[in-house]
């Protein structure tokens, strides 16, 4: 980050980071793992779960994989709890339902099959070869 490198966080990981504002130990520490995790989410970037502990190593001074389970599984719960308030990216959201309408062709009822010309059952519609 600028000038200081953050304990087990990548140049990947700490370009996402710099874009959702957090560019020194002191931001990481203020924002906390979770909520910078969460930053990065919601900025459109798929992190995986190791930036979270990698991030919360970073904040305790040891390599993420000294993160104890206990704490992980607590991180993960938060995690996803945040997560799932956040809103769905554009392109994964369901579009807005539309009145459905119905259009009857002329001299058609409901119920009715299509008429001559739009099926199997049109004579015009054989071939004699």
Known sequence: MTGTKLRNIGPKSAA????T?????E??????SLAAFVRVKRAGFKPSLNLLYALEGAILGCHW????????SELV???GDEVAKLPLPKNKRMPAAAPVKTVHLDGEDEGDMPGPGFGFDDPSSSRDD
């Open 65 to 72: 994989q000294e993160i104890p389970d206990e704490r992980r």
């Open 16 to 19: 996402w980071l710099r874009q």
């Open 27 to 32: 931001d990481l520490e203020s924002v906390g």
């Open 77 to 79: 719960l938060a995690a």
């Open 21 to 25: 504002g957090i560019r020194s130990q």
